[in-house]
Structure formats: C-alpha cells, structure tokens
C-alpha cells in the first residue's frame, strides 16, 4: 500500500518532531556538530546513507553530503552540508542546505578549543497524490475517486532558515563537544499551523587508546576508541554509546542506543537498538557499513535499519606557513593517527 489516511497528517502535529539520526555519527561530523568543520588536515568529502526500517511502508532513508577544508593560516574551517530525509508512503521530503564555519583556538601545546555555526535554509513537502482522504473512502475503498476536501488546499510547501552551533575541545587523542540545533525554532508545518521544531541539544566525546607503548617504531598499531553521544529534542532523549577497533586498515565497531536505565516516558524509547559496524580505512578513502538490530518493541520485524558511510580525503596544495604555536591538531575523531 503506497498511501496513507489523511488523518494520519493532523496526528502528526501533536507528535514531538526529531531530527534523522545516523549510527556512525562520527563519519557524518558536520551534522553531529558544526565545530568539526575543518577538523581534517585535507579537503574532505563525506556521503552518508541511512534505511531505518526498510520492512515498514517506505520507512526512512536519509541521504547526506557534505564537504569542508581547514584554512589553517586563518584558524578556521569553512564547509558545506546538504541533507534529505524522505519518510513514509506519503512522500514525506525534508532538504536542508547548510554552510559551516569553524573557529579553533590553540589553548596550549597540546589543545585546541572550536567554536562551529551553522546556516541553513530547508524545505519540506509532501506528495498530495499519495493521500487518501475521508470522502475518497465512502465510494471507493481504494481512494480512486476526485476529493472534495477543503483540508487539501490547505496543504502546501514549506521554506525556513534553520541555525544552528557547537564548540569542541580535542587533542589528538581525546576530544568532547557540546552541539545546540534549531535554535531559532523554525514552524515546518505543511498547513497554516504551528509546528515548531524544538531545539536539540546533545553531548559527545571520546578517546583514542593506542595498544602499543613500546620503544620500537611499529607500522600498525591496534586502536581502541570508545565515544558516546547524548542528545535531548523535547520530551525525548537518547544515549549512544559503545567502542571501535582498528588493525589498520580493518574497523569493526559495537554499539548500543537507548537508555539503559529508563522506562518508556512520554513516548520516549528507552531501548532501540544494538549497532554493528564494519568498514576499512586507507591513506585517502574510508568505507562503512553498520546495521542497526531493533531492541525495542518494534522488534525485528521491522528490519533494523542499513547504513553506509564513504570518505573520501583529497590533499590541499601548500599552505602559507606558520608559526609553530599557531598549528593545529587535527582532530582524531575515532582512530585516525
């Protein structure tokens, strides 16, 4: 069935809006955080896939593609991110085109503080001829028939701005940052009503453990690197947390999302899911792949959710030379060297 009731489209204005997630949230950073931008030593170029629950009617597929350079000589990063998230049978289509810039402070030796904005300018539709309104069933079960329903040209396209901030504190070993969304409360509502989008806030950081300390030089060193992210949007909040592994150039990862010791509260999801990610990281490109496995009530019927993440690293021309306490550590961010 590729339709749905129009009635559906009013129950979702009482429902608390949440942005589209990705597992591997370190392999999208400008979406997780504005302050990532230009975190990279080189031009970086990120595309991110998600299918969250492909078994359901149309579920949600969310595309990402962002790029961002580190202008070292300025102490900035400046990058671009352009987003669509497309959810259920009606066509729902949300895009989003941003522009990212970066400042990094050198607070010593060793560590470096970013503040990161974020401009966006987004729109959001739907598709009218998936819908099946109320009039259309009492004369054909199938909504075959022309509608009448005044609701329909209530419907329309909708265009906001959308602001957003992060800061973030790293060296090259540890890293934890602070990221705000939608702080303007931006009205997406495809009828003339108000349906803001509240404001997210989350928490994420981590650390990267060399597994060799030794006095010899070794080509490859095995990784671990733990991180979490927590995140709060309304009267919903969530808890990613788990490890990867390197052995250059192999990563394997596992993850859990949720709230381990929370009950389901105003709709909240206490248990989501167990993460598993795959992927191989060479000199320029990196490649992953995760599955998402349901642990909530959902269960597997809804198949989980695929995800695929490619970087790809083109390195930058010579830049103008500075001074050596005006250069920067590149992020870490899981388990780069």
Request: glycine share 8%.
């Amino acid at each position: 069935m590729r339709k749905i009731y129009f009635i559906l489209i009013f129950c979702s204005l009482k429902l608390v809006a949440q942005d589209p997630q990705f597992s591997q949230y370190y392999a999208a950073p400008l979406y997780l955080n504005p302050a990532f931008t230009g975190t990279s030593e080189d031009h970086r170029f990120i595309a991110n896939y998600r299918n969250q629950w492909p078994n359901a009617a149309r579920g949600f597929v969310t595309y990402a593609f962002s790029y961002d350079v580190n202008l070292n000589h300025y102490n900035s990063g400046i990058g671009f991110l352009a987003t669509v998230d497309q959810a259920g049978t009606a066509g729902m289509r949300s895009s989003q085109l941003n522009f990212l810039y970066s400042y990094k402070w050198n607070v010593s030796s060793k560590w470096v503080i970013a503040a990161g904005l974020n401009f966006g300018y987004a729109s959001r539709s739907i598709d009218l001829n998936r819908l099946i309104f109320g009039d259309q069933l009492q004369f054909d079960s199938d909504g075959n028939v022309p509608t009448d329903d005044p609701a329909l040209f209530n419907l329309g396209n909708t265009h906001y701005f959308d602001f957003n901030s992060g800061v973030l504190a790293y060296n090259k070993n540890f890293w934890f940052g602070f990221a705000a969304s939608h702080l303007n409360k931006p009205n997406r509502s495809l009828l003339d009503q108000e349906a803001a989008v509240p404001v997210k806030t989350s928490f994420h950081g981590g650390v990267r453990i060399p597994l060799y300390g030794g006095p010899f030089k070794k080509e490859h060193i095995s990784v671990l690197a733990p991180s979490f992210v927590y995140k709060r949007q309304g009267y919903f909040d969530q808890l990613d947390l788990g490890i990867h592994f390197l052995y250059d150039p192999i990563m394997m990862g596992v993850w859990y999302r949720g709230i381990p010791l929370q009950q389901n509260v105003k709709d909240n999801i206490s248990q989501d899911a167990m993460v598993i990610i795959l992927g191989f990281q060479f000199e320029k490109i990196e490649v992953g792949y995760s599955y998402d496995l349901t642990v909530s009530e959902l269960g597997p019927i809804s198949g989980g959710a695929h995800e695929i993440a490619i970087k790809y690293k083109l390195a930058m021309a010579a830049q103008v030379k500075t001074k050596r306490k005006d250069k920067f550590i590149p992020c870490p961010t899981f388990i780069k060297k």
